[in-house]
C-alpha cells in the first residue's frame, strides 16, 4: 500500500523508553524525523536501527525552539507534517481515517487530534479532553513566537500552539496518550510547566494580547487563569460534568492532579505579580 504523505516529526530527549512503539506504529508513513535534544540514553540508535532520519538540535535560548527551528531548518519532503510526541501512540482507526481524509483531498490546513489518555496503567475513558493540533501544512504557518528568552528554559513548545492561515478540521479517531512515567517525574514535569504557563500568562496580560490569536479553548483558560476558582472548577468540570468519575481511582488521582496543576499556575502568578511590584 502506498504510503501516507506526511512526515513525521518526533521531538526527543532521552526516549528510549517509549521510542520503539512510538516507532513500531508509523510504517505507514513516508518519512519519519527523529529530533533529538542531545540524549544520553539509546534513544539515537533506536532511531537509527528504525531506518529514521536523525537531527541533533541545539538550543541557543532564542527563538525557534525545537519544532519551529525544525520546520524552519531542515528538509522535510511532504508538505503534511505531524508533530508526534514519543510517548504518543498512532492507532489503526487513526492511521485508516488519516489516508482517507489525505487521499480524497481536503481545503483544511491542519487538523485537531483527540486523544486517549493512559495514566499509572490505566486508559481513562472520560474526563476533561486534551486535543492538540500537531498535524498541518507546512506552508499554513508555524507555532507561536512568545518573547521567552528572560524566564523559559524549555526548548520545545509545550503549550504553544501553531498559527495557521486557513480551515482547521478534526480527525476523530484519537491517539493514546501513555505519559506516565511515575508520579515523581509527572510532578517535576509539571511544575516546570506550571511556571511556564504563569509567566506566559504575565506576559501576555503586559504586552496586552492575552487573548490574541487563541484557540476558544485557550481563551477560556487564560481568562479563568488569574482567578482562584480556576482550580475547582476544572475538578468539577473534568471530574463530574465529563464523568471523570467513571474511571475510579485513577480518574480522582488525574482530575485532582490537574486541578493541583491549575492551582499551582494561579499561586505562581500571584507570587510573581507580587515579586515584580517589590521591585
Known sequence: MEKIPVTIV??????ERNLPECLSRLDDFDEIVVVDSHSTDATKTIAEERGCRYVDFSWNGQFPKKRNWTLRNVPLRNEWV????ADEFVTPKF?????????????????????????MGKELKHGAAMPKLPLFRKSAGEYEFIDEK???????????????NGKIG??????????????????QKHNEY??????????????G????????RQKVKYSLLDCWMCAPLYFLYSYFYKLGFLDGTMGFIYAAYKMQYFFNVKAKIYEFKKEAKGK
Open 209 to 216: 494580547s492575552a487573548t490574541g490569536e487563541l484557540s476558544f
Open 10 to 15: 518526533i521531538p526527543v530527549k532521552n526516549e
Open 150 to 164: 528572560r524566564w523559559s528554559h524549555l526548548d520545545m513548545e509545550i503549550h504553544e500552539h501553531p498559527i495557521l
Open 82 to 85: 505531524f508533530f508526534l510526541d
Open 95 to 119: 492511521v485508516s481515517e488519516l489516508r482517507r481524509v489525505l487521499t480524497r483531498g481536503t481545503e483544511c490546513v491542519g487538523f485537531w487530534v483527540n486523544y486517549t489518555n493512559d495514566f
Open 170 to 187: 478534526e480527525i476523530k479517531s484519537p491517539i493514546v496518550h501513555r505519559e506516565f512515567k511515575g508520579l515523581n517525574h509527572y510532578i
Open 194 to 207: 506550571s511556571d511556564w504557563e504563569a509567566r506566559r500568562f504575565i506576559e501576555k496580560k503586559e504586552s
